[in-house]
């Protein structure tokens, strides 16, 4: 017969690492679970402290389109396609409209920023 004592003892070595990378794992998981949360909430807080600034800066944009003429000039086009999304609907004269809230992009919940 073989000696199976040294076969036994890693077997018994295996089985503790086993447990012991189980509890780790669940260690590892509600540290990101909370990691997580707290980058939610960080989130959701600088989109609120952004939403009011933002608005103002492209009803502000809006109203310099329309006060100033329309040029060629490359820098001037350049910031009226991109500030363009902020002001009113084309043909729209009822300014001044609510602008698209920043907290609009996120929607509700995680998933939504995917």
Do not use: Y
Not at 32 to 53: C, G
Not at 71 to 89: L, N
Not at 106 to 112: K, V
């Amino acid at each position: 017969m073989t000696d199976i004592t040294a076969l036994k003892g890693v077997q018994a070595s295996i089985l503790a690492l086993n447990e012991t990378l189980e509890e780790r794992v669940v260690q590892r998981t509600a540290q990101i679970q909370e990691l997580n949360e707290e980058l939610e909430t960080f989130v959701q807080s600088t989109m609120l402290a952004l939403d009011t600034p933002l608005r103002h800066i492209g009803s502000f944009a809006a109203l310099l389109r329309q006060k100033l003429p329309q040029t060629q000039d490359p820098p001037t086009d350049h910031t009226q396609s991109t500030t363009k999304w902020w002001g009113p609907p084309n043909g729209c004269r009822c300014w001044p409209q609510p602008s698209p809230s920043i907290s609009d992009w996120g929607g509700s919940g995680r998933g939504s920023f995917r």
